[in-house]
């Protein structure tokens, strides 16, 4: 039996570069219909389909537009080991410099800012005193 191309939710977040609770919460708005066969457990959807979806909801003319030099927040809490909420914090405060229009920030920018970030001590805790 020949596989039918297609890629699951997750695969399509990595694909465009977003999160894959957006691709959950496209795929219900556009109602997106999986192909007939599963990988696993989960569904599969016609590349196609969904690069003309993506296409029409964000205007993005190539479904992979970012290369090795953007990265989103949730990348960069990836790479770099840090939560999601601190990436966002610092790209907030602006330390990875301006956005692109599409939620990346130059992989130089923030190489070079995560390099040099200052680092807090977590507090050590003193052993209480035995009686």
Same mark, same amino acid.
């Given at each position: +039996?020949?596989?039918? %191309?297609? +890629?699951?939710?997750? !695969?399509?977040?990595?694909?465009?570069? *977003?999160?894959?609770?957006? #691709?959950?919460?496209?795929? !219900? !708005?556009?109602?997106?219909? %999986?192909?007939? @066969? =599963?990988?696993?457990? !989960?569904?599969?959807?016609?590349?196609? $389909?969904? @690069?003309?979806? $993506?296409?029409?909801?964000?205007?993005?003319?190539?479904?992979?537009? #970012?290369?090795?030099?953007?990265?989103?927040?949730?990348? #960069?809490?990836? $790479?770099?080991?840090?939560?999601?909420?601190?990436? =966002?914090?610092?790209?907030?405060?602006?330390? &990875?410099?301006? /956005? @692109?229009?599409?939620?990346? &920030?130059?992989?130089? =920018? *923030?190489? @070079?800012? +995560?390099?040099?970030?200052?680092?807090?001590? =977590?507090?050590?805790?003193? /052993?209480?005193?035995?009686?």
């Amino acid at each position: +039996m020949a596989h039918r %191309p297609g +890629m699951t939710r997750r !695969e399509l977040a990595d694909r465009y570069h *977003v999160s894959l609770r957006t #691709i959950n919460r496209w795929a !219900e !708005e556009d109602e997106w219909q %999986p192909l007939p @066969d =599963k990988r696993g457990a !989960e569904y599969e959807y016609d590349t196609d $389909v969904t @690069d003309a979806a $993506v296409k029409a909801r964000t205007g993005r003319e190539d479904p992979v537009p #970012i290369g090795h030099s953007q990265l989103t927040r949730a990348e #960069i809490a990836r $790479v770099y080991g840090v939560s999601y909420q601190t990436a =966002k914090d610092y790209a907030r405060r602006g330390h &990875f410099g301006t /956005e @692109d229009g599409e939620g990346c &920030f130059s992989a130089a =920018k *923030v190489a @070079d800012y +995560m390099a040099n970030r200052r680092r807090y001590r =977590k507090a050590e805790t003193a /052993e209480p005193a035995s009686s």
